[in-house]
Nanobody
Framework: QVQLVESGGGLVQPGGSLRLSCATS????????MNWVRQAPGKRLEWVSHINSGGTTTYYADSVRGRFTISRDNAKNMLYLQINSLQPEDTAVYYC??????????WGQGTQVTVSS
């Protein structure tokens, strides 16, 4: 069965960095676009970034462009999100999401990122 397991979240001070990871299994990882989506407390889901199957094309929400970097290792079936210059408004649960165009068909359980001094 398809599994997506995020890790790497935590409490960090403003300006800090984190690297989120998503371990995947149960599908041919290298064949699918992958996404990061987040949900801040009391707010709607917000798409953050996606990456094509080969890892050569990436897209970012305006709110994170220049601070976040999505990447993948198809040999290890891993998805990553490097988050720099964290701001309090980045506080959210971050989800790793598989895209089976045009649907987001599998979600991880999420990892909490809290930015606070």
């Amino acid at each position: 069965q398809v599994q997506l397991v995020e890790s790497g979240g935590g409490l960090v001070q403003p300006g800090g960095s984190l690297r989120l990871s998503c371990a995947t299994s149960g599908f041919t990882f290298g064949s699918y676009w992958m996404n990061w989506v987040r949900q801040a407390p009391g707010k709607r889901l917000e798409w953050v970034s996606h990456i094509n199957s080969g890892g050569t094309t990436t897209y970012y929400a305006d709110s994170v462009r220049g601070r976040f970097t999505i990447s993948r290792d198809n040999a290890k079936n891993m998805l990553y999100l490097q988050i720099n210059s964290l701001q309090p408004e980045d506080t959210a649960v971050y989800y790793c999401v598989k895209l089976n165009w045009p649907h987001y068909d599998y979600w991880g359980q999420g990892t909490q990122v809290t930015v606070s001094s």
